[in-house]
C-alpha cells in the first residue's frame, strides 16, 4: 500500500527566513503528489501539484516543490515565510492510473515566529 | 472559495444518533470525494461517486454510507454514531473520475465539525 511521510510534526521559523517541509512517498511508480494547506476552521486549499515533467513545480502564495525521483521526495519551500503561512500543511498523493484517493501524511504543523 | 459547499458547518448529537452530512461541489465537477480528518486517524478517505455512481471506497464503516443525487449533490449518512465519529468531515470534488491528471485535481470544502456526546 501507498504511503506518505511527513518525518516532522511541528516546525517553527522565523518571519522572513526560508522553509522546507519534508514529504517521502513510498510507491512503486511514480504517483501524482500535492501540498495542501489547512488554516484553523478553513479546509484544505491546494498549494501545488506535481503530474509530470518540470520537477520544479510553482504554487500559489510563493510556495514551490520539488519532485525528486530517486529520493522518493516532494519537499515544499519557501524563500522568505509570512506570518499569516501559520498553518498545518499536508502532502498527498494519488496512485496514477487507479482511481484518484488522496493518500494524505500526518501533516506538518507551521508556527511563524514574528 | 474553493466552490464546494458543505452543510452544516458544525453538528453535535448524542450517542446511537444518525446525522447526514450534505455536500454540493463546484459547477462541472462530476465527482464527489468524502474523507474523514480525526486527531488519531488523520485525514482518511472514506468513499468517492462519480456522476451517481460508486467509484471508489475507502475505510468506511458499514454504519456509514452515502449517495450522490441527480443534481449531483451528496450526502454522507452517519448512524449508530459513537464517540469515536467525532471528527472533521470534508467533501471534495473534481472535474474527472481519477483518469487524467487535471481533472482528478480535488478541491475542498470546509468541513462538517461532527461532535457526538
Known amino acids: 500500500a501507498q504511503s506518505v511521510t511527513q518525518p516532522d510534526i511541528h516546525i517553527t521559523v522565523s518571519e522572513g527566513a526560508s522553509l522546507e517541509l519534508r514529504c517521502n512517498y513510498s510507491y512503486g511508480a511514480t504517483p501524482y503528489l500535492f501540498w495542501y494547506v489547512q488554516s484553523p476552521g478553513q479546509g484544505l486549499q491546494l498549494l501545488l501539484k506535481y503530474f509530470s515533467g518540470d520537477t520544479l513545480v510553482q504554487g500559489i502564495k510563493g510556495f514551490e516543490a520539488e519532485f525528486k525521483r530517486s529520493q522518493s521526495s516532494f519537499n515544499l519551500r519557501k524563500p522568505s515565510v509570512h506570518w499569516s503561512d501559520a498553518a498545518e500543511y499536508f502532502c498527498a498523493v494519488v496512485r496514477t492510473g487507479g482511481g484518484n484517493k488522496l493518500t494524505f501524511g500526518t501533516g506538518t504543523q507551521l508556527k511563524v515566529e514574528l | 472559495d474553493s466552490g464546494v459547499t458543505q452543510t452544516p458547518k458544525h453538528l453535535i448529537t448524542a450517542t446511537g444518533q444518525r446525522v447526514t452530512l450534505r455536500c454540493s461541489p463546484r459547477s462541472g465537477d462530476l465527482s464527489v470525494y468524502w474523507y474523514q480528518q480525526s486527531l488519531d486517524q488523520g485525514l482518511q478517505f472514506l468513499i468517492q461517486y462519480y456522476n451517481g455512481e460508486e467509484r471508489a471506497k475507502g475505510n468506511i464503516l458499514e454504519r456509514f454510507s452515502a449517495q450522490q443525487f441527480p443534481d449531483l449533490h451528496s450526502e454522507l449518512n452517519l448512524s449508530s454514531l459513537e464517540l469515536g465519529d467525532s471528527a472533521l468531515y470534508f467533501c471534495?470534488?473534481?472535474?474527472?473520475?481519477?483518469?487524467?491528471?487535471?481533472?482528478?485535481?480535488?478541491?475542498f470544502g470546509a468541513g462538517t465539525r461532527l461532535s457526538v456526546l
Open positions: 471534495a470534488s473534481s472535474v474527472g473520475d481519477g483518469r487524467s491528471g487535471e481533472q482528478n485535481i480535488q478541491y
